[in-house]
């Protein structure tokens, strides 16, 4: 089984979650779309202001990211 960690990233703060031991990327993209499901209403009534992004990514055990979910609030004219 692999080690992998969660990252999230916003303008205020940058933080990097043990997620656990998993049989594949697969199935550790699974609990980090539950654990963004979780947060995404909060960091988007409370962080997500325009032309601000956050973000959170998969990362292996060297720490190198994986997969990315991305929110960006963007004013377009």
């Not at 043990?18 to 990327?25: A, K, L, N, R």
């Not at 539950?34 to 947060?39: H, K």
Request: net charge negative; aromatic share 6%; charged share 30%.
């Amino acid at each position: 089984m692999a080690h992998f960690s969660v990252r999230t990233q916003c303008p205020e703060r940058s933080r990097i979650s043990d997620v656990g031991e998993f049989e594949s990327p697969e199935a550790a993209w699974e609990e980090m779309t539950r654990i963004c499901g979780d947060v995404a209403g909060g960091i988007i009534r409370h962080h997500l202001k325009q032309n601000t992004e956050w973000n959170m990514e998969l990362l292996d055990e060297a720490q190198k990211p994986l997969i990315r979910i991305r929110l960006l609030a963007e004013k377009v004219d």
